[in-house]
Nanobody, 120 residues
Framework: VQLQASGGGLVQAGGSLRLSCEGF??????MGWFRQAPGKEREFVAG????????VYADSVKGRFTISRDKAKRTVYLQMDKVKAEDTAVYYC????????????????WGQGTRVTVSS
């Protein structure tokens, strides 16, 4: 499985950005977005089940970020709205069999990161 994350870049605080993760599309799998800021551990941002589209969000992004998937395009998206400086990080997409979890160690497949920088 090869996951291709894209869409990162420079955005002003309060603005929007959409990340994409292509290359997946398996039933009974969950997809997750994670991020890693400089000097910090990788953390869960949002997850979605491929079959039903059930979603889970980290408290820090609830109400601002939206995860979705397009089955036909085998793509998962992360719509980032009202971004803040603390959203600056490298964002990764990942996949695992079964339900969504927030633990990085429980995801088997990872894409390369895409960098998001929020300017204040």
């Amino acid at each position: 499985v090869q996951l291709q994350a894209s869409g990162g870049g420079l955005v002003q605080a309060g603005g929007s950005l959409r990340l994409s993760c292509e290359g997946f599309g398996r039933t009974n799998y969950a997809m997750g977005w994670f991020r890693q800021a400089p000097g910090k551990e990788r953390e869960f941002v949002a997850g979605i089940t491929w079959n039903w589209g059930t979603t889970v969000y980290a408290d820090s992004v609830k109400g601002r970020f939206t995860i979705s998937r397009d089955k036909a395009k085998r793509t998962v998206y992360l719509q980032m709205d009202k971004v803040k400086a603390e959203d600056t990080a490298v964002y990764y997409c990942a996949a695992r069999s079964g339900d969504i979890t927030t633990k990085t160690t429980e995801y088997y497949f990872w894409g390369q990161g895409t960098r998001v920088t929020v300017s204040s």
